[in-house]
């Protein structure tokens, strides 16, 4: 018997796939596997353009006062979170991580 160590590494590539030929896709898959992720589904009406908003826009520097990326990002890269931008990408990115089943509903 013996031990050996293990890292199950993050897809980043795979999930920002849809990015692939933009300039800054290097810089972006770096940044998202620096650190731990935590990944979580929001549940409620409009869900999508709810969360959108309390995020604030992409540049961190030019979000709206109060919203998380201008209270927890530094800049249009490091800008804190990520959050769908419609029903169909949330459909996708929620498959990407989780299964049905895994999703307990509170309807
Ligand atoms: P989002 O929907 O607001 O997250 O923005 P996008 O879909 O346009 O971009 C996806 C992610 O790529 C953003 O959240 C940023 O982390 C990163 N990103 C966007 N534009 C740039 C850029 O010009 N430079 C760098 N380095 N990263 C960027």
């Known amino acids: ?43 409620g009406e409009n869900a999508v353009a709810r969360n959108r908003e309390l995020m604030g826009t992409t540049d961190s520097k030019k979000a709206a006062a109060g919203t998380i990326r201008q209270k927890h990002g530094t800049d249009i890269e490091k800008n804190a979170v990520h959050g769908s ?18 999703l307990a509903s509170l309807k």
């Open 1 to 43: 018997m013996e031990r050996t160590f293990s890292i199950i590494k993050p897809d980043a590539e795979g999930f920002y796939y849809v990015h692939r030929d933009r300039p800054f896709f290097g810089d972006l898959v770096r940044f998202m596997t620096s650190g731990p992720c935590i990944v979580q589904v929001l549940e």
């Open 85 to 102: 931008d419609g029903p169909d990408t949330a459909k996708f990115e929620i498959g990407y991580f989780f299964s049905g089943a895994e």
